[in-house]
């Protein structure tokens, strides 16, 4: 059985989007890339073809991974998401040790996941470390960059 993916409603819209536009406008648009690498003459030694027949098998396959996500997943609504302790789409305040700053994360599905923003997957070190602790909890992470030492401050939908 395929694991379930947890999804915001705005991520789900978001895939759907994405994977209609790969099937209507990129599946065309490669085709008339392929169209007119034909037309060029001996596609033995056509590089505009082959550039385009190797878009269109990665094009294939993302429509294929967004296909299977899309069955996968289970939305997640704000009363799912529970304050006693860190949970997927909870967002959390971290005290960090070293340097004694906070930041505010937000524990969301690896498809949500957008560091930069504050989105951290649920499958990276800090989400995996800080699933189902509670507010007080000092934790010690590990990292790609070392062991980092973060208390949780405060959890919230």
């Known amino acids: 059985m395929a694991e379930e993916m947890l999804i915001t409603e705005e991520g789900l819209k ?15 648009e490669v085709a008339d890339r392929i169209k007119q690498a034909i037309e ?3 596609i033995s030694e056509n590089s505009e073809y082959e550039d385009a027949k190797n878009e269109q098998a990665f094009i294939e396959g993302q429509i294929l991974a ?3 996500q899309l069955k996968n997943a289970r939305i997640i609504n704000e009363d799912d998401v529970i304050t006693t302790a860190v949970s997927e789409y909870s967002t959390v305040r971290l005290k ?15 498809v949500e996941a957008k560091p930069f ?13 800080v699933l189902g602790h509670k507010i007080g909890d000092v934790l010690e992470i ?3 960059a070392g062991v980092v030492k973060v208390e949780i401050l405060d959890i919230r939908k």
């Open 117 to 129: 923003e504050g989105k951290i997957s649920n499958e990276s070190p800090v989400g995996k470390a």
């Open 96 to 110: 960090f040790f070293e340097d004694g700053s906070e930041k505010e994360i937000q524990i969301v599905g690896s």
């Open 66 to 68: 967004l296909e299977k």
């Open 40 to 42: 060029f003459g001996d």
């Open 142 to 144: 590990n990292v790609p």
């Open 14 to 28: 978001q895939m759907e989007e994405d994977l209609e536009n790969l099937k209507t406008v990129r599946r065309k």
